[in-house]
Antibody, heavy 122, light 108 residues
């Protein structure tokens, strides 16, 4: 059974930094691209970033490019999101989400974690 | 445009059929995926491609695409189908994902 467990969320001041982690189990982690998707309170889903299975290729939404960095440690089955220069509008639940293939060729997400809440406020 | 447009709210009587639509230029090139999100829960993958259901999704869910519009149809809606539904596809470059604004389905 696929399981994705996010951690690292919390309250941070504007301009601050936070690192999210997602520990995966139930599948061969290194064989699949991974994503971060966020959801602001009361709002819809918004894609944040994608990383291929080997970690050599990454993609970012324009709203976070240059501030957020996605990475992975396949030896630890863990996905990360380093978030710098945080803004109030980054406040959201951040979901770790599994792609259906190594390169994310299909563009689908087949499993989601339960999410971790990031609140950016002074 | 890379945007995906969904009706904000849709309602259906118990046991009836409902279609949830998603419109966007890039749907002429890329298929949509669909996700169901119940209150307070993480999204669940319910449809992909032209009409493909992930394992465990009831066969009352079906999908289709015509031109720039993708549709998710629930035939014989159940009370447990009440949720927010999001379509998702890719931008013109193919590497960035795009979500629709979501449709809140109410089962009366």
């Amino acid at each position: 059974e696929v399981h994705l467990l996010e951690s690292g969320g919390g309250l941070v001041q504007p301009g601050g930094s936070l690192r999210l982690s997602c520990t995966a189990s139930g599948f061969t982690f290194s064989s699949y691209a991974m994503n971060w998707v966020r959801q602001a309170p009361g709002k819809g889903l918004a894609w944040v970033s994608t990383i291929t299975g080997g970690g050599d290729t990454t993609y970012y939404a324009d709203s976070v490019k240059g501030r957020f960095t996605i990475s992975r440690d396949n030896s630890r089955n863990t996905l990360y999101l380093q978030m710098n220069s945080l803004r109030v509008d980054d406040t959201a639940v951040y979901y770790c989400a599994k792609a259906t293939d190594y390169y994310d060729s299909s563009g689908h997400i087949d499993f989601w974690g339960q999410g971790t809440l990031v609140t950016v406020s002074s | 445009s890379s945007e995906l447009t969904q009706d904000p709210t849709v309602s259906v009587a118990l046991g009836q059929t409902v279609r949830i639509t998603c419109q966007g230029d890039n749907l002429r090139r890329f298929y949509a995926s669909w996700y169901q999100q119940k209150a307070g829960q993480a999204p669940v993958f319910v449809m992909y491609g032209q009409n493909n259901r992930p394992s465990g999704i009831p066969d009352r869910f079906s999908g289709s695409t015509s031109g720039d519009t993708a549709s998710l149809t629930i035939s014989g809606a159940q009370a447990e189908d009440e949720a927010d539904y999001y379509c998702q596809s890719r931008d013109s470059g193919g590497n960035h994902k795009v979500f629709g604004g979501g449709t809140r389905l109410t089962v009366l």
